[in-house]
């Protein structure tokens, strides 16, 4: 997390917020990097979020686009490889986000990257799904675009 946190920085010069999400409650990982070697010290904090510690009916009512990235985590958990399963997953998850309107084209481009890396399908699944929500999104073509 330091080594994206510092990259990225470096690189765009911007205001970072780093959130690491787990998807299992048994995890032992730290929300912390600390690194100490001859008197110099470095202690780096980044947000943790643990998905079974919260209630996935309350992401699903959420507006907040960050609610979306977690249900797709709590998605990923609950279909391994049952891809039928996880195409109708994809599909809502999908259809929510082009449905919220609280959110800046590149963080919505961040977030459908981010439910397609997680929620992989095979090639020929992905793109039934492409065909089947373009009939669903008539006048948002623009946000199939940025899926495709």
Same mark, same amino acid.
């Given at each position: 997390m330091f080594e %994206?946190?510092?990259?990225?920085?470096?690189? %765009?010069?911007?205001?970072?917020v780093a959130i690491a999400i787990f998807t299992n409650k048994s995890t032992k990982s730290t929300n912390q990097y600390h690194d100490k070697y001859f008197g110099t010290e470095i202690t780096y904090t980044f947000n943790k979020y643990v998905v079974s510690d919260f209630d996935e009916e309350e992401f699903k009512k959420s507006p907040k686009l960050f609610s979306k990235a977690l249900l797709a985590s709590i998605? &990923?958990?609950?279909t391994k490889n049952e891809m039928s399963h996880r195409i109708a997953y994809k599909r809502t998850l999908?259809?929510?986000v082009w449905l919220l309107s609280n959110g800046?084209?590149?963080? *919505?481009?961040? &977030? &459908? %990257?981010? *439910?397609?890396? &997680?929620l992989k399908l095979p090639k020929s699944m992905s793109e039934q799904l492409v065909r089947d929500v373009k009939d669903e999104i008539k006048g948002e073509e623009? *946000?199939?675009n940025l899926y495709k």
């Open positions: %994206y946190f510092y990259r990225i920085s470096d690189r %765009y010069g911007k205001k970072i998605y &990923l958990n609950q999908l259809r929510e800046e084209r590149a963080e *919505i481009r961040a &977030l &459908l %990257y981010f *439910i397609d890396y &997680l623009e *946000i199939l």
